[in-house]
């Protein structure tokens, strides 16, 4: 199983930028890909996730700003993120959650089994 994040950069705040994680080693339908993020000296938090039955979730500090999609025959997920602030700054990992019955909480970190090696996003003001 690996996880290969990339599109990470520098950008402006009100940029954009598209990040993808590209999966191997298993069969993308039948998981869940949790994409997470960790500023520098804070915890490890949830950003969204993209459920094997199609459904999505969004951390409330990014709704309506990022898009998480999936293309399981090119077995990759992107996360788009739209009017991105100083906030949004830190190192972003995808990782691979159970299939959509099996989640009980999306936003844990101990629901994900394998983690890529994360991207460096950094929203300057």
């Known amino acids: 199983v690996q996880l290969v994040e990339s599109g990470g950069g520098l950008v402006q705040a009100g940029g954009s930028l598209r990040l993808s994680c590209a999966a191997s080693?298993?069969?993308?339908?039948?998981?869940?890909i949790g994409w997470f993020r960790q500023a520098p000296g804070k915890k490890r938090e949830g950003v969204c996730i993209?459920?094997?039955?199609?459904?999505?979730n969004y951390a409330d500090s990014v709704k309506g700003r990022f898009t998480i999609s999936r293309d399981n025959a090119k077995k990759t997920v992107y996360l788009q993120m739209n009017s991105l602030k100083p906030e949004d700054t830190g190192v972003y990992y995808c990782?691979?959650?159970?299939?959509?019955?099996?989640?009980?909480?999306?936003?844990?970190?101990?629901?994900?089994?394998?983690w890529g090696q994360g991207t460096q996003v950094t929203v300057s003001s």
């Open positions: 990782a691979r959650g159970p299939p959509a019955y099996g989640m009980t909480s999306w936003t844990s970190a101990s629901e994900y089994d394998h």
């Open positions: 993209s459920n094997n039955d199609g459904s999505t």
């Open positions: 080693g298993f069969t993308l339908d039948y998981y869940g």
